[in-house]
């Protein structure tokens, strides 16, 4: 593209620690080198203008002025990242740009990945410094505050830190973070993304219902050992202990004491997980992928028969390690890690098991391999 700058900001798959990052747990995952590009010159004025290849229409606002109101249109996440960044910074100049993402797949966060770009693709317009980390709290406020989905920071994290053969772990309560290299002796393996060809924004899904319903164990757990309560809204399950929530389990609405059985289930394998990844045993972290996806199922019931379907059919492939639901696990995709030299034959085994359930999907099921990568950065052309 003829634009003065090009940023690449990847997707990102997280293998274990799903849907604890919002009641600050532990999380682990990849960048991957499909993402999104977004290639953009700085303007003379205080203007920004954005096409896209993947959505019609053109976006345009001033970043001089208070950020504009939600419109409802993809126009949002940049909205969004300007009013995040008007509360810390003054804004004199906007850009020019486009995007375009790499591959049509929901659930790979790709809305994290245009925030992260929009983030850099400002900051870089106006002189601003930004640590990596305060970029993920920016794209994080975005996304909560603007666009209104109560969701934790994987997804900014994985987006921003991410490392090349790397593995992120971070802890959402004190946000620190580590980037563990690949074991040596680790098998190789490629991440396989396995789209089920439904599409739904998280804004509609039960995503911010499941976020309450876990505030609301914590609430109780501590409600229960008499312990001094803040608003609901401002509660985590990481604040109360997995004793403390096992004297009371029994006593709370059966769907509230799932949630919780799915934190600590999901804490524990996350621990295990990076011990697994530190001594190269890719078996033992994909056995702990596939149990956090049956906890994803029966305990934060999340899915969709689609995706369950995709899960089965992995968990019958030879070559697949392990993998579950990607990211909220409503709709969009399911990863794996898998042997790269059995890709041709379970691209075509989980094809045929899954079109066999959902023939209509044959026009948009998608199956991609692809790596870990770095984090967003800047690319010279
Ligand atoms: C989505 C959210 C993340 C995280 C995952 C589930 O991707 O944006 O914050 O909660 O779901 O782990």
């Keep these: 593209m003829d634009r003065q700058y090009h940023i690449f900001s990847p997707y990102r798959v997280c293998p274990i620690g799903a849907h604890v990052d919002h009641q600050h747990g532990l999380v682990t995952g990849f960048a991957i080198d499909k993402g999104v590009d977004l290639w953009f010159d700085v303007a003379e004025g205080s203007m920004v203008h954005l096409v896209s290849e993947d959505f019609a229409g053109t976006v345009a606002f001033d970043v001089?002025?208070?950020?504009?109101?939600?419109?409802?249109d993809w126009g949002d996440?940049?909205?969004?990242v300007l009013s995040a960044l008007q509360r810390r910074f003054k804004l004199r100049r906007g850009i020019t740009g486009r995007l375009r993402g790499s591959i049509p797949v929901a659930g790979l966060s790709s809305s994290a990945a245009v925030l992260i770009a929009y983030v850099m693709a400002f900051a870089k317009?106006?002189?601003?410094?930004?640590?990596?980390?305060?970029?993920v709290k920016i794209a994080s406020e975005a996304e909560r505050e603007y666009i209104g989905l109560n969701n934790g920071l994987l997804d900014q994290a994985c987006i921003a830190l991410g490392r090349k053969d790397h593995l992120l772990m971070l802890d959402c309560e004190s946000n620190e973070y580590r980037l563990i290299p690949r074991n040596p002796e680790m098998p190789p393996?490629?991440?396989?993304?396995f789209f089920s060809g439904l599409t739904r924004s998280l804004m509609g899904s039960d995503y911010n219902l499941r976020v309450a319903e876990c505030k609301t164990a914590a609430w109780l757990v501590q409600a229960y050992e008499n312990i001094p309560?803040?608003?609901?809204?401002?509660?985590?399950?990481?604040?109360?202990?997995?004793?403390m929530f096992r004297r009371h389990?029994?006593?709370?609405?059966?769907?509230f004491a799932r949630r919780a059985e799915h934190f600590f289930g999901e804490h524990k394998r996350v621990r295990e997980g990076i011990t697994a990844w530190e001594t190269g045993n890719l078996e033992w972290f994909g056995r702990l992928s596939r149990e956090s996806c049956e906890s994803s199922i029966h305990n934060y019931e999340c899915g969709s028969p689609e995706l369950i379907a995709i899960y089965e059919a992995l968990l019958q492939t030879p070559g697949v390690y392990g993998g579950r639901f990607s990211g909220a696990g409503f709709k969009g995709a399911c990863i794996a890690l898998v042997d790269p030299s059995r890709k041709a034959d379970i691209e075509k085994a989980v094809t045929e098991r899954y079109l066999s359930?959902?023939?209509?999907?044959?026009?948009?099921?998608?199956?991609?391999f692809c790596k870990s990568d770095d984090g967003a950065r800047f690319v010279e052309d």
């Design 357 to 368: 359930q959902f023939p209509q999907y044959r026009q948009t099921f998608r199956v991609y």
């Design 189 to 193: 393996f490629e991440l396989g993304i």
């Design 77 to 80: 996440y940049a909205r969004g």
């Design 229 to 243: 309560l803040k608003e609901q809204g401002k509660t985590f399950l990481r604040e109360v202990s997995e004793q």
């Design 249 to 255: 389990a029994g006593e709370m609405p059966a769907r």
């Design 64 to 72: 001089a002025v208070p950020a504009p109101v939600k419109q409802g």
């Design 125 to 135: 317009a106006n002189d601003i410094t930004l640590e990596p980390f305060e970029m």
